[in-house]
């Protein structure tokens, strides 16, 4: 896979994507949108009501799942050790009031990244960011990374490993595919601070 961002100036960036290209990083953006779930309609659009949306209460506990606890993580404490019923408490009250803001704002990079793909009609093409949809772009990919690395269980000690494994290897596809993110997110960043 070959497709990386080029900058278009003014803090915007272009992408030429093959048709393979182009389902894959569909196909794993249609996938964290089902990972994150639908809004607090049940729809994925979310209330009407704009008073409600802003009294809606999130979850007080961090998700069982572990990608999504990497993509919603408690606010305080250790992650990596036990945390205090204080912490714990205050992680609690922190998620409650956030964490469905967050997961909007995922749900809405990723359906963006979406749309962006879709308008190439199932086909190769390029797709043009202005700055806005650029910084949607980076945060609907480093979602996508995050997830990718948790299920892959990467670690910064053996992302070198990565590069090694074999192509009999069944997480070989899945390991393309975060590196290949990968790319995409440094280009992108480069891209858009040319």
Not at 139 to 153: K, P
Request: aromatic share 6%; charged share 30%.
């Amino acid at each position: 896979m070959a497709g990386l961002f080029e900058s278009a100036g003014g803090g915007g960036a272009v992408l030429a994507l093959d048709e393979l290209e182009a389902s894959i990083l569909r196909s794993l953006e249609v996938q964290m949108l089902e990972l994150i779930g639908p809004g607090p309609g049940g729809d994925g659009e979310g209330s009407d009501d704009p008073l409600a949306a802003l009294f809606a209460e999130g979850p007080t506990k961090a998700p069982d799942d572990p990608a999504l606890a990497r993509l919603f993580p408690d606010a305080y404490g250790d992650p990596q050790g036990p945390a205090d019923a204080e912490s714990r408490e205050a992680a609690g009250e922190f998620r409650r009031y956030t964490e469905l803001d967050l997961r909007a704002r995922k749900r809405d990079d990723a359906l963006h990244v979406v749309r962006a793909l879709d308008g190439l009609g199932g086909e190769g093409g390029t797709v043009s960011l202005d700055s806005a949809a650029c910084l949607r772009w980076l945060g609907a990919l480093n979602d996508l990374r995050l997830t990718l690395g948790v299920r892959l269980e990467v670690t910064e000690d053996d992302e070198r490993g990565l590069y090694d494994l074999p192509d009999a290897d069944d997480r070989k596809p899945l390991v393309m595919a975060y590196l290949w993110l990968g790319a995409l997110q440094e280009s992108l960043l480069e891209a858009v601070t040319d």
